[in-house]
């Protein structure tokens, strides 16, 4: 049994979802190896490596694998699936795109977002927004899987020694051009891996606003996050957004402010260790979900709560 | 033109899911029925192609039980112009249905195909990406937007770091996601018109698949769940608490 983790990167630096994909392939059984593909990765295959429990490194370096598209490091993992009984991505918009794309060239039923490995063959991932946790066996002689993060630990990012191998540039497809990318530009830490998230939604009622929410992640350290109706309204861009169909978080800390509570927003938070909940309708579901609940408005709330921190 | 697009048939967003008593899956039982929130979406980009001129048709695809054809018939409702139903009874998996919708398309020879990004039962977010696949035609997942153009097509992806910009090539699969637009109500006079558009029948083994599952769903159970904790009444106790009994900050 062996199992190839892709790893993903921005060019720069590895992402913590990578780590925390490892641990998931760690508890498969087996080697790990780590697939990374990129233009100039010599670092990041160095920072692979380095990663507890990886024998060893796969590196793909090259003009095709400049802005990670789908088709092309899907022929790359197509060309070295042969080798494995597992390949595991985060479950990002990389690795959600990347692996059931891989796994039909190999003829394979991908198995997504998985939050368990109960053994080599059955895993665990959530369905219907969460609220039921399915198992399932999978028969396919190549399991494809995407990782929910949150679910695992970080493996570690110093004790490996792997040996780095340089694979071949399996191509370019000329189907697919790469114009730009518009970035939202922050200093703060990532969301999907912040220790603290503050989140707003529609009760900010408008994009000005959020940099109360802002000050305050400032404060303590942690990334800004919204629910749907938040980004839909422009408040805030789409990479914002926590839930179903966004992104999945489990912070130490969740503070929800001025957001209901749907269900599809509780899909991306409710793992969190610690939930505060600031709403002005005492009805509002969130509070059903939150260890810390505070009935007021908002625009009295947050500068009280920034002026208690600051003290 | 043509375009095609696949539709599925889930649980009402609206609706309180619930694991069923012998935890093989959810309860099904009255429950209200809807077009995947996704999949309007999708029909909505065709229509709006089409009605920029970009399109001469608008074909919805659903594989599933009988009663499937009420989702098709949503989407000619929205204003697609004919129906395709594969009629089947079996659990179908993404790869499955990716396989049944390649044949498809390549019958009707369709120049554009735009899914869900993710049915919000299962949660897959697979079909649209093993189609590309296995086409091997271009994938644009995740779509913002999409402008039809001389090389093929321009598209926005949302992506976990923000936005992407690409051009792919026509013929291509493309999966919508939220901000691609906001779909439209069928109108009463369109729900009545819809009723008499053609829906061809057809099964899996028509269209050369077999129904073959590669996952065995073992059980499924309610997750853990979390319990409501205590109002708090100011900041002061707020900021206490989570300093000194959380102890998160
Ligand atoms: C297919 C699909 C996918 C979806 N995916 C997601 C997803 O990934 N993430 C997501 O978040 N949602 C998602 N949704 C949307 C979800 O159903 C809700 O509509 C959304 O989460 C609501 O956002 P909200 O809580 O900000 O807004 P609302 O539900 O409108 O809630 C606003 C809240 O703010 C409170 N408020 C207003 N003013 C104040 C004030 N001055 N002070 C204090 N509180 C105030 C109100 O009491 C209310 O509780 C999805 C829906 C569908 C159908
Ligand atoms: N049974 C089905 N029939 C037709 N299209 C489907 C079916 N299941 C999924 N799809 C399409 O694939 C998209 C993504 O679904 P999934 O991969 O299951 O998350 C949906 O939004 C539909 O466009």
């Not at chain 1, 490995?117 to 002689?141: H, Q």
Request: include cysteine; glycine fraction near 8%; charge should be negative.
């Amino acid at each position: 049994m062996s199992v190839l983790v892709i790893a993903e990167h921005d060019g720069s630096q590895l992402s913590p979802g990578t780590l925390n994909t490892v641990t998931a392939a760690s508890k498969v059984g087996g080697d790990v190896h780590v697939l990374v593909a990129g233009n100039g990765v010599s670092d990041i295959a160095a920072a692979c490596a380095k990663i507890g429990g990886v024998s060893k490194v796969l590196a793909a370096d090259g003009a095709s694998y400049a802005n990670d598209i789908t088709e092309n490091v899907a022929s790359l993992v197509n060309a070295h699936v042969g080798d494995y009984s597992h390949v595991m991505a985060p479950a990002s918009t990389f690795g959600k795109a990347l692996v059931p794309y891989a796994a039909a060239l190999a003829d394979c039923q991908s198995i997504s977002d998985i939050s368990e490995v109960v053994d080599a063959e059955t895993f665990v991932r959530p369905i219907y927004a969460g609220n039921a946790m399915a198992t399932v066996k999978s028969s396919d002689a190549t399991k494809f899987i995407t990782v929910r993060t949150t679910s695992f630990e970080l493996a570690d990012d110093a004790s490996g020694s792997a040996e780095v191998s340089n694979i071949d540039d399996a191509g370019a497809t000329d189907w697919v051009q790469f114009i730009e990318q518009m970035l939202s530009q922050s200093e703060r830490p990532e969301l999907t891996s912040a220790k603290i998230v503050v989140s707003g939604g529609r009760g900010m009622q408008n994009g000005e606003n959020f940099a109360m929410l802002e000050k305050l992640a400032d404060t303590l350290g942690g990334a800004v996050g919204a629910s749907r109706a938040a980004v839909d309204a422009g408040f805030v861009p789409n990479d914002y957004q926590v839930g179903q169909t966004g992104k999945v978080v489990a912070p130490d800390l969740y503070v929800a402010i001025g957001i209901s509570g749907a269900i599809q927003h509780l899909a991306g938070m409710k793992d969190s260790k610690v939930i505060v909940a600031i709403n002005n309708d005492e009805e509002a579901p969130i509070f059903q979900v939150s260890d810390f609940g505070w009935n007021e408005d908002l625009f009295t709330a947050v500068p009280a709560l920034q002026a208690e921190l600051d003290q | 033109m043509k375009i095609l697009v696949p539709v599925k048939r889930v649980i009402d967003a609206n609706v309180r899911v619930r694991v069923n008593s012998d935890q093989t899956g959810v309860e099904l039982a009255n429950v209200k029925m809807a077009m995947n929130p996704f999949c309007e979406i999708a029909v909505e980009e065709a229509l709006r192609l089409k009605e920029a001129g970009h399109a001469d048709e608008v074909i919805v695809v659903s594989a599933g039980p009988d009663k499937a054809q009420e989702t098709i018939r949503t989407g000619l409702a929205m204003g697609a112009d004919r129906g395709v139903h594969i009629q089947t009874d079996d659990t179908l998996e993404p790869l499955t249905i990716a396989k049944m919708l390649k044949a498809v398309a390549e019958k009707e020879g369709t120049d554009l195909i735009v899914l869900g990004k993710q049915s919000i039962d299962d949660d897959n977010n697979q079909t649209g990406q093993m189609l590309a696949a296995l086409m091997g035609r271009p994938l644009g997942s995740y779509i913002s937007s999409i402008e039809k153009n001389d090389g093929g097509f321009e598209i926005v992806r949302e992506i976990d770091a923000g936005l992407e910009k690409l051009q792919i090539t026509s013929p291509a699969v493309v999966t919508a996601d939220l901000r691609l637009n906001e779909p439209r109500y069928a109108s009463l006079p369109n729900i009545m018109k819809a009723k008499k558009k053609p829906i061809d029948a057809m099964s899996p083994a028509d269209l050369g698949v077999e129904v073959s599952n590669r996952l065995q769903t073992v059980k499924v159970v309610e997750p853990p769940a979390r319990e409501a904790g205590v109002m708090v009444s100011g900041a002061s106790e707020l900021v206490d608490k989570l300093r000194n009994e959380a102890k998160v900050i």
